[in-house]
Protein backbone atom coordinates (compact mmCIF):
# COMPACT_ATOMS: atom_id res chain seq x y z
CA UNK A 1 0.00 0.00 0.00
CA UNK A 2 1.25 3.42 -0.49
CA UNK A 3 2.69 5.59 1.83
CA UNK A 4 3.32 9.02 2.44
CA UNK A 5 5.17 10.32 5.38
CA UNK A 6 5.88 14.27 5.81
CA UNK A 7 8.55 15.72 8.61
CA UNK A 8 8.13 17.83 10.80
CA UNK A 9 4.48 17.31 11.92
CA UNK A 10 4.97 21.16 13.31
CA UNK A 11 6.80 23.94 13.10
CA UNK A 12 7.31 27.08 14.21
CA UNK A 13 9.53 30.15 12.59
CA UNK A 14 9.54 33.85 12.96
CA UNK A 15 9.17 35.90 9.17
CA UNK A 16 12.11 36.03 6.96
CA UNK A 17 13.06 32.44 7.99
CA UNK A 18 13.44 29.47 5.28
CA UNK A 19 12.04 27.17 6.01
CA UNK A 20 12.39 23.10 4.57
CA UNK A 21 9.29 20.92 4.58
CA UNK A 22 10.31 16.82 3.74
CA UNK A 23 8.17 14.47 2.08
CA UNK A 24 9.31 10.53 2.03
CA UNK A 25 6.99 8.14 0.13
CA UNK A 26 6.57 4.42 -0.41
CA UNK A 27 4.48 3.13 -3.88
CA UNK A 28 4.68 0.80 -6.79
CA UNK A 29 4.51 2.40 -9.80
CA UNK A 30 4.99 5.53 -9.20
CA UNK A 31 2.92 8.64 -11.10
CA UNK A 32 3.19 11.94 -9.80
CA UNK A 33 4.03 13.82 -6.62
CA UNK A 34 1.78 16.97 -5.42
CA UNK A 35 1.99 19.25 -2.86
CA UNK A 36 -0.77 21.18 -1.70
CA UNK A 37 -1.56 24.46 1.26
CA UNK A 38 -4.55 24.48 3.36
CA UNK A 39 -5.85 27.03 5.49
CA UNK A 40 -8.81 27.66 6.50
CA UNK A 41 -10.56 25.13 4.03
CA UNK A 42 -10.01 23.64 1.06
CA UNK A 43 -6.67 22.50 -0.30
CA UNK A 44 -4.98 24.91 -3.11
CA UNK A 45 -2.72 23.04 -5.37
CA UNK A 46 0.92 24.37 -5.41
CA UNK A 47 3.07 21.60 -7.36
CA UNK A 48 3.02 18.63 -9.49
CA UNK A 49 6.33 16.72 -9.42
CA UNK A 50 7.34 13.76 -11.91
CA UNK A 51 10.84 13.90 -12.81
CA UNK A 52 13.78 13.98 -10.65
CA UNK A 53 15.94 16.82 -10.07
CA UNK A 54 13.64 19.25 -11.71
CA UNK A 55 13.11 22.26 -9.05
CA UNK A 56 9.61 23.74 -9.48
CA UNK A 57 9.49 27.68 -8.50
CA UNK A 58 6.32 29.26 -7.48
CA UNK A 59 8.01 32.79 -6.14
CA UNK A 60 9.12 32.21 -2.71
CA UNK A 61 8.00 28.69 -2.98
CA UNK A 62 9.88 25.79 -4.36
CA UNK A 63 10.27 21.71 -4.60
CA UNK A 64 12.18 18.83 -6.20
CA UNK A 65 11.82 15.39 -6.33
CA UNK A 66 14.56 12.59 -5.83
CA UNK A 67 12.97 9.31 -7.30
CA UNK A 68 16.00 7.56 -6.16
CA UNK A 69 15.91 8.24 -2.64
CA UNK A 70 12.13 8.40 -2.37
CA UNK A 71 11.72 11.91 -1.17
CA UNK A 72 10.88 15.41 -2.00
CA UNK A 73 11.41 18.62 -0.34
CA UNK A 74 9.51 21.85 -0.32
CA UNK A 75 11.22 25.65 0.73
CA UNK A 76 9.54 28.82 1.05
CA UNK A 77 12.09 31.51 1.88
CA UNK A 78 11.30 34.83 3.22
CA UNK A 79 8.48 33.61 4.87
CA UNK A 80 5.50 35.74 5.77
CA UNK A 81 2.57 35.50 8.07
CA UNK A 82 0.01 34.40 5.15
CA UNK A 83 2.71 31.15 4.71
CA UNK A 84 1.15 29.69 7.61
CA UNK A 85 -1.37 27.19 7.06
CA UNK A 86 -0.96 23.67 6.63
CA UNK A 87 1.15 21.69 3.76
CA UNK A 88 0.17 18.26 2.27
CA UNK A 89 2.37 16.28 0.60
CA UNK A 90 0.04 13.56 -1.73
CA UNK A 91 1.25 10.85 -3.88
CA UNK A 92 -0.41 9.24 -7.12
CA UNK A 93 0.81 5.70 -7.79
CA UNK A 94 0.02 2.59 -8.49
CA UNK A 95 -2.92 1.75 -10.52
CA UNK A 96 -5.48 3.74 -8.76
CA UNK A 97 -6.23 6.78 -11.33
CA UNK A 98 -7.76 8.90 -9.16
CA UNK A 99 -6.55 8.18 -5.83
CA UNK A 100 -4.28 10.78 -4.09
CA UNK A 101 -2.40 9.63 -0.91
CA UNK A 102 -2.23 12.18 1.30
CA UNK A 103 0.49 12.65 4.01
CA UNK A 104 -0.35 14.11 7.74
CA UNK A 105 0.51 17.28 6.85
CA UNK A 106 3.10 19.89 8.56
CA UNK A 107 1.78 22.63 10.69
CA UNK A 108 4.07 25.56 9.64
CA UNK A 109 3.29 28.79 11.61
CA UNK A 110 4.88 31.95 10.79
CA UNK A 111 5.06 34.81 13.69
CA UNK A 112 5.51 38.72 12.81
CA UNK B 1 -13.40 29.83 -14.93
CA UNK B 2 -15.85 28.86 -11.67
CA UNK B 3 -14.13 26.40 -8.90
CA UNK B 4 -14.79 22.90 -7.42
CA UNK B 5 -18.41 24.00 -5.69
CA UNK B 6 -19.91 21.87 -2.54
CA UNK B 7 -23.52 22.15 -1.37
CA UNK B 8 -24.33 22.32 1.60
CA UNK B 9 -21.09 23.84 3.44
CA UNK B 10 -22.28 22.92 6.94
CA UNK B 11 -24.51 20.10 8.02
CA UNK B 12 -25.38 18.97 11.79
CA UNK B 13 -27.28 15.64 11.71
CA UNK B 14 -27.92 13.06 14.29
CA UNK B 15 -26.96 9.34 14.82
CA UNK B 16 -28.68 6.83 11.89
CA UNK B 17 -29.81 8.97 9.51
CA UNK B 18 -28.10 9.56 6.64
CA UNK B 19 -26.53 12.68 4.50
CA UNK B 20 -26.25 13.47 0.76
CA UNK B 21 -23.33 15.91 -0.14
CA UNK B 22 -23.63 17.21 -3.63
CA UNK B 23 -20.05 18.39 -5.89
CA UNK B 24 -19.71 20.57 -8.85
CA UNK B 25 -16.46 20.06 -10.67
CA UNK B 26 -14.95 22.71 -12.57
CA UNK B 27 -16.11 23.05 -16.62
CA UNK B 28 -14.76 20.14 -18.37
CA UNK B 29 -13.44 17.95 -15.59
CA UNK B 30 -14.89 14.64 -15.41
CA UNK B 31 -13.24 12.94 -12.99
CA UNK B 32 -14.16 13.43 -9.37
CA UNK B 33 -12.73 12.39 -6.47
CA UNK B 34 -13.95 12.50 -2.91
CA UNK B 35 -12.38 12.16 0.49
CA UNK B 36 -13.01 12.51 4.07
CA UNK B 37 -10.73 14.46 6.18
CA UNK B 38 -10.39 14.23 10.48
CA UNK B 39 -7.97 15.43 12.57
CA UNK B 40 -7.22 11.63 13.38
CA UNK B 41 -6.94 10.31 10.16
CA UNK B 42 -6.10 13.37 7.98
CA UNK B 43 -7.48 12.91 4.44
CA UNK B 44 -9.07 10.19 2.98
CA UNK B 45 -9.70 8.63 -0.32
CA UNK B 46 -13.22 7.55 -0.51
CA UNK B 47 -13.83 7.28 -4.54
CA UNK B 48 -13.39 8.24 -7.72
CA UNK B 49 -16.14 8.34 -10.48
CA UNK B 50 -15.53 9.43 -14.17
CA UNK B 51 -18.37 9.34 -16.87
CA UNK B 52 -20.89 8.27 -14.62
CA UNK B 53 -19.09 5.01 -13.06
CA UNK B 54 -17.17 4.59 -9.88
CA UNK B 55 -13.57 3.43 -11.07
CA UNK B 56 -11.76 3.29 -7.09
CA UNK B 57 -12.73 3.11 -4.04
CA UNK B 58 -11.10 3.57 -0.38
CA UNK B 59 -11.31 1.49 2.50
CA UNK B 60 -14.90 2.94 4.02
CA UNK B 61 -17.99 0.54 4.81
CA UNK B 62 -20.74 0.35 2.26
CA UNK B 63 -22.74 3.22 4.13
CA UNK B 64 -20.75 5.53 2.17
CA UNK B 65 -21.64 5.29 -1.45
CA UNK B 66 -21.65 7.84 -4.29
CA UNK B 67 -22.56 8.69 -8.10
CA UNK B 68 -21.95 10.98 -10.57
CA UNK B 69 -23.92 12.74 -13.34
CA UNK B 70 -23.74 13.04 -17.06
CA UNK B 71 -22.99 16.87 -16.40
CA UNK B 72 -20.21 15.39 -14.14
CA UNK B 73 -21.96 16.45 -10.99
CA UNK B 74 -21.47 14.18 -8.49
CA UNK B 75 -22.78 13.33 -4.81
CA UNK B 76 -21.95 11.44 -1.63
CA UNK B 77 -24.62 9.47 0.24
CA UNK B 78 -23.51 8.43 4.19
CA UNK B 79 -26.27 6.07 5.43
CA UNK B 80 -27.06 5.43 9.10
CA UNK B 81 -24.62 7.94 10.52
CA UNK B 82 -22.68 7.04 13.16
CA UNK B 83 -20.44 9.68 15.52
CA UNK B 84 -17.00 8.92 13.62
CA UNK B 85 -18.78 10.01 10.45
CA UNK B 86 -18.13 13.69 11.39
CA UNK B 87 -15.71 15.01 9.12
CA UNK B 88 -14.88 17.15 6.69
CA UNK B 89 -15.96 15.99 3.21
CA UNK B 90 -13.84 17.33 0.27
CA UNK B 91 -14.75 17.11 -3.47
CA UNK B 92 -12.28 17.36 -6.10
CA UNK B 93 -11.87 17.46 -9.92
CA UNK B 94 -9.45 16.29 -12.48
CA UNK B 95 -8.62 16.04 -15.98
CA UNK B 96 -7.92 12.95 -15.94
CA UNK B 97 -9.36 10.79 -18.30
CA UNK B 98 -7.07 8.10 -19.49
CA UNK B 99 -3.78 7.42 -17.94
CA UNK B 100 -1.81 10.25 -18.18
CA UNK B 101 -0.20 11.73 -14.92
CA UNK B 102 0.17 15.37 -16.56
CA UNK B 103 -3.86 15.35 -16.07
CA UNK B 104 -4.01 14.28 -12.64
CA UNK B 105 -3.72 17.60 -10.73
CA UNK B 106 -6.91 17.02 -8.48
CA UNK B 107 -8.42 20.85 -6.98
CA UNK B 108 -10.28 20.57 -4.12
CA UNK B 109 -13.62 22.17 -3.61
CA UNK B 110 -14.48 24.00 -0.31
CA UNK B 111 -15.82 20.93 1.37
CA UNK B 112 -18.79 20.44 3.65
CA UNK B 113 -18.62 20.26 7.47
CA UNK B 114 -20.49 17.12 8.87
CA UNK B 115 -21.38 16.76 12.43
CA UNK B 116 -22.64 14.13 13.54
CA UNK B 117 -24.62 14.28 17.14
Redesign the interface.
Known amino acids: EDKVVQSPLSLVVHEGDTVTLNCSYEVTNF??L?W?KQEK?????LF?L?SSGIEKKSGRLSSILDKKELFSILNITATQTGDSAVY?C?L?GGT??????????TILTVHP | KAGVTQTPRYLIKTRGQQVTLSCSPISGHRSVSWYQQTPGQGLQFLFEYFSETQRNKGNFPGRFSGRQFSNSRSEMNVSTLELGDSALYLCASSLLEGRSSNQETQYFGPGTRLLVL
Open positions: RSLYKAPTFMTLAASYGKLTFGQG
